[in-house]
């Protein structure tokens, strides 16, 4: 009579073929998981910006210190202003665009900001800002002129 014997374990070639395996799954994964941060990160900041934008029409339109209120944008910043009845601008707040992200060629939008008119939240022109890694890596974000604001 034959007794078998159980064999338990691996041997070296399956386990060299698993890590194989793994590797070449982590090779692809890794540069499309920093692709996918790098968008992310891309979303959240113009979302911002957007957000910065309607916080600004909205005190124009609430008529905040009886003003007009704007966004004025830089390469890498971006400041909320207020433009009093009398003509004179103050920089209220500054935000810094980090991680590589920065606006790239604003066109359309006047000295480089866009300015709500007190109590109707309109511009005076329709503007585009494009922020962004590169111009092949960005979003835009327009503003109607009747106060529109769209990513």
Do not use: C, W
């Amino acid at each position: 009579m034959k007794t078998t014997v159980a064999q338990n374990g691996v041997t070296a070639v399956e386990l060299m073929v698993v890590i194989s395996i793994i590797g070449f799954l982590a090779v692809i994964a890794v540069p499309s998981y920093a692709t996918m941060r790098q968008n992310l990160e891309l979303n959240n900041r113009a979302q911002q910006i957007v957000g910065d934008l309607r916080l600004v029409q909205n005190r124009a339109i609430s008529s905040q210190n009886d003003s007009s209120h704007g966004v004025r944008f830089e390469q890498n910043r971006y400041f909320l202003y207020e433009v009093d009845q009398g003509g004179a601008t103050t920089d209220k707040e500054t935000r810094m665009l980090e991680g590589g992200i920065t606006i790239i060629l604003p066109v359309g939008i006047p000295s480089e900001s866009v300015l709500f008119t007190r109590l109707f939240g309109t511009t005076s022109a329709s503007a585009q800002v494009d922020v962004g890694f590169s111009a092949s890596n960005k979003k835009t974000i327009t503003v109607d002129p009747i106060g529109k604001i769209s990513q």
